[in-house]
C-alpha cells in the first residue's frame, strides 16, 4: 500500500494557522516533549518563575502595609532567607538562556549544508529580537499609557505603575538598554532583565564561534576571561563604594542596583556558563555518547550542588538575623557578591547536565513532569504580566495590607495564578501568533 504524501502548507494557510486561536491553543497546553528538547528545563523555568513571583509578592507589598517595619521580622527567620534572597531565580533564568542559546546555536550550525557566516549571526540577533519584542511591547505600552485608567482608590497612583517621564523615555526600552539608566528614570521595571538577557546573546557568538571552529581552547579562553572581567568588575565596584557590599540593605543601596544588580559587566556570569553547557550538552546527548557517571561520582556531584546552592541562599541568614548589624566583615559581603553568582550557575549546571545526561533518577523525572511543559510555554508571557498584575492587586485596594504569614501565602498564590491567567491571554493573542510568523518568514 503506497501512501500519499502530505501536501505543504502554501503561504496562505501558513499564515492563517500562525493567527489562529485554536492552533495556538494546542500548541501552548500540548503536554507532549520529545527526546530532542532539553525537557527538564520546563520544570526549572517554571519553578523558577513561581520563585522570582514570591519574591516580588512581598517585596512590592510592604510600601501598601499598615505594618511595613514587620518585615524586618520576617528577616530574622531562617525559612524566610528563600524570600529575601531569592535573587538567585533571576541567576536561574540567565543560566537557562544560556544554556539554550549555546545548544540551539551549537545544533544549527552542525545541520548538513551548514554555511558559517554574517547571515547566519545576523538571522541569530534577528531571531532573538523578534522572540522577546513583541509581547514585551505590548506589556511595555499597556504599563505606560493605559494602566492609569485601570482602577482608582486611596493607593492608586495618577500616572498609573509607571512614572510620567517614561511617556518620552521609553525608547531605552524598545532599544534594550534600559538597564543604562538611573532609578528615577527606570520604566516598566523588570525589563533590566530584558536588557541584560539581550546583550547578553550580543556577546555570546564571542564564545560560540571558536566553539563552533572546533577552537574549542580559545572559547574556553574567552569564556574564562568573560567571567573574571564580572567577577573583578563586581568587586572593585563593591570594594570602592562602601556600603553597596550590602546589597538592598545597604547604606549605599541605590548604587548597588544601579551600577552591580541590573549591569551586564557584573551580571554576565550564569549566561556565559550556560553557553558553555549548552555546548557540552549537545555534544553529550548525541546517540552513541556514553554520559553515564559512575553512582558514587555522580551522588558526590549532586551533594556538592545541593550544598553549594544551599551555601549561596542561606549563608546571609547569619548577617539577616542580626540586622540592622551584620555578622561578616565587609571583605566577605564584597567576595559573597563577586563570586556566589558564579557558584550558584555551576551547582545549577549540574542539575541540568545530569537530568538530560540520565543522571538525574526522580529530580530530572520531576522537572520533565508533563504538567510543565505548558506552563513553560506561558512562562514568558507570565513574567511580562506579573508585575502588572500585582501592582493591580495591591493599589485598587481601599486599605492598607496588613503583613502576617497566612496573608502572604494567600495573595503570593493569587499573583502566580492570576500572572499565568493573563499570560494565557498574552500569549494566544500576542507571543504565540508573532512566533508563527517568525517561523514563516525568518527560516
Known amino acids: 500500500m503506497i501512501s500519499e504524501a502530505v501536501p505543504a502548507m502554501g503561504l496562505s494557510e501558513q499564515l492563517i494557522s500562525a493567527l489562529s486561536l485554536k492552533s495556538n491553543f494546542k500548541k501552548i497546553f500540548l503536554t507532549l516533549s520529545d527526546d530532542s528538547q532539553l525537557s527538564s528545563l520546563h520544570g526549572i523555568r517554571v519553578i523558577t518563575l513561581g520563585w522570582v513571583i514570591l519574591g516580588h509578592s512581598y517585596a512590592f507589598i510592604v510600601p501598601y502595609s499598615d505594618n511595613p517595619l514587620e518585615a524586618l521580622n520576617f528577616l530574622k527567620r531562617f525559612s524566610f532567607t528563600i524570600v529575601s534572597n531569592a535573587f538567585f531565580s533571576v541567576d536561574s533564568f540567565f543560566l537557562i538562556s544560556g544554556v539554550l542559546t549555546g545548544y540551539l546555536f551549537i545544533k544549527m550550525s552542525s545541520a548538513p549544508n551548514f554555511k558559517f557566516n554574517i547571515t547566519f549571526i545576523t538571522k541569530y540577533l534577528i531571531n532573538r529580537i523578534l522572540r522577546l519584542s513583541p509581547a514585551y511591547y505590548f506589556m ?41 539608566q538611573q532609578t528615577n528614570e527606570t520604566c516598566f521595571g523588570i525589563s533590566w532583565y530584558l536588557s541584560n538577557d539581550m546583550q547578553f546573546h550580543i556577546i555570546a557568538p564571542l564564545i560560540l564561534i571558536p566553539l563552533v571552529l572546533n577552537k574549542i581552547l580559545i572559547g574556553i579562553l574567552i569564556l574564562v576571561l568573560l567571567i573574571l572581567v564580572n567577577i573583578i568588575s563586581t568587586f572593585l565596584s563593591l570594594y570602592y563604594h562602601p556600603g553597596s557590599e550590602l546589597g538592598i540593605l545597604g547604606e549605599n543601596s541605590q548604587y548597588f542596583y544601579e551600577w552591580v544588580y541590573i549591569k551586564p559587566w557584573t551580571r554576565s556570569s550564569p549566561f556565559l556558563i550556560g553557553v558553555f553547557v549548552g555546548y557540552i550538552l549537545f555534544h553529550h546527548r548525541k546517540p552513541g555518547y556514553n554520559a553515564k557517571i559512575r553512582t558514587i561520582f555522580n551522588f558526590l556531584n549532586w ?11 542561606f549563608i546571609v541568614f547569619s548577617d539577616l538575623r542580626l540586622y540592622p548589624s551584620f555578622y561578616f566583615s565587609r571583605i566577605d559581603h564584597i567576595i559573597y557578591q563577586s563570586l556566589s553568582k558564579v557558584f550558584w550557575a555551576l551547582a545549577v549546571s549540574y542539575v541540568i547536565y545530569a537530568c538530560e545526561t540520565k543522571n538525574g533518577g526522580f529530580v530530572a523525572k520531576f522537572f520533565s513532569w508533563k504538567i510543565f511543559v505548558p506552563l513553560s510555554r506561558l512562562s514568558y508571557s507570565a513574567f511580562l504580566s506579573h508585575q502588572t498584575f500585582i501592582f493591580y492587586f495591591y493599589m485598587t485596594q481601599k486599605r492598607l495590607f496588613h503583613l502576617q504569614d497566612i496573608n502572604l501565602i494567600y495573595y503570593y498564590v493569587g499573583n502566580l495564578l492570576g500572572s499565568y491567567f493573563i499570560a494565557v491571554f498574552l500569549s494566544l493573542f500576542v507571543e504565540a501568533p508573532f512566533i508563527g510568523l517568525q517561523k514563516i518568514f525568518i527560516k
Open 303 to 313: 551533594n556538592i550542588a545541593q550544598n553549594l546552592m544551599g551555601l549561596c541562599v
Open 140 to 180: 511595555l505600552f499597556f504599563s505606560i499609557f493605559l494602566t492609569k485608567y485601570l482602577g482608582s482608590g486611596p493607593l492608586y497612583q495618577n500616572n498609573g505603575f509607571e512614572q510620567p517621564v517614561c511617556r518620552t523615555r521609553f525608547w531605552k526600552n524598545l532599544l534594550y538598554v534600559s538597564n543604562f
